[in-house]
């Protein structure tokens, strides 16, 4: 069960959640937040969480969820949810200044070769490489190594 304290010595504006992680260890973690209703929100978001990962049933998905309900009834913005296009650019971006220029083309290159070979729709959406095929794109199964007999 969580519960929502304030530090006794005044030195923190921001109420704190104290609850219990998957491993069983009993936790104080900040809010970040003054008004109790809102602690209280993210405090719950906490705890439900570390259900989750204590039930074995935590998935990324689901995770996301109750973080976004949390943060939409506190009035803050949901996570950040980036297509594949949107990484992609990201990571390019980080890697300028970091590689020779040639280097840059070659990942410039590769990306829009693989932009394309996804197509619109799944250069859009944020998590279609997964075990699940969507968007046509085949899962990473589909590219393990196949043992067939020779006759």
Same mark, same amino acid.
């Given at each position: ?8 010595? !005044? &030195?923190?504006?921001?109420? #704190?959640?104290? #609850? ?18 809102? @602690?209280?929100?993210?405090?719950? @978001?906490? $705890?439900?969480?570390?259900? @989750? ?7 990324? !998905? ?8 949390? =943060? ?15 990484? =992609?650019?990201?990571?390019? !971006?980080?890697?300028? !200044? ?8 070659? #990942? ?6 693989? =932009?394309?070979? =996804? ?22 199964? $589909?590219?393990? &190594? ?6």
């Amino acid at each position: 069960m969580a519960c929502l304290v304030k530090r006794q010595n !005044g &030195r923190s504006p921001f109420w #704190y959640c104290c #609850y219990t992680t998957s491993d069983g260890q009993r936790l104080k973690k900040s809010t970040k937040q003054t008004d109790r209703a809102k @602690a209280w929100e993210v405090c719950v @978001a906490m $705890a439900t969480a570390e259900g @989750a990962i204590a039930s074995g049933s935590a998935t990324e !998905g689901q995770l996301r969820k109750v973080i976004d309900s949390a =943060l939409e009834r506190i009035g803050e913005r949901k996570l950040d949810e980036p297509t594949i296009k949107q990484q =992609l650019d990201t990571w390019i !971006g980080n890697k300028e !200044g970091a590689v020779s220029e040639a280097t840059m083309r070659a #990942y410039q290159h590769v990306r829009e070769l693989f =932009l394309q070979f =996804l197509g619109p729709p799944c250069a859009a959406a944020s998590a279609i490489l997964q075990e699940k095929p969507r968007c046509g794109v085949p899962g990473p199964s $589909a590219f393990r &190594r196949q043992d067939t007999e020779h006759g």
